[in-house]
């Protein structure tokens, strides 16, 4: 069974930070792109940030230079940095991973469960 499990979320004050973990597990052969997406209510799912497993990345035009992303290839992790929270960056935080599973010819891609992000004073 595949899992991507993510930690981290809660409840900040605006300016504050909040660190975002996921953990992929499984039948994994290997990993292609990992990444972070966020839902806010009554909006659409957006990309906040992806990285692939030579370490590029590409952020969002709002969290550039505020949500440094990084991964772990050796542990099958996707790190999300959150500095200078704002309220507009209240949302149900949603890791993404394109799994190739043993035995696999192509990669599937995996979303974990969500974790919530609220930043309020």
């Known amino acids: 069974q595949v899992q991507l499990v993510e930690s981290g979320g809660g409840l900040v004050q605006p300016g504050g930070s909040l660190r975002l973990s996921c953990a992929a597990s499984?039948?994994?052969?290997?990993?292609?792109?990992m990444g972070w997406y966020r839902q806010a209510p009554g909006k659409q799912r957006e990309l906040v940030a992806t990285i692939d497993s030579a370490g590029r990345t590409n952020y969002a035009d709002s969290v550039k230079g505020q949500f440094p992303i990084s991964r772990d290839n050796a542990k099958n992790t996707v790190d999300l940095q959150m500095n200078s929270l704002k309220p507009e960056d209240t949302a149900v935080y949603y890791c993404?991973?394109?799994?190739?599973?043993?035995?696999?010819?192509?990669?599937?891609?995996?979303w974990g469960q969500g974790t919530q992000v609220t930043v309020s004073s």
């Open positions: 993404y991973a394109d799994l190739f599973l043993i035995g696999s010819r192509f990669p599937r891609g995996y």
């Open positions: 499984g039948s994994i052969f290997s990993i292609g792109a």
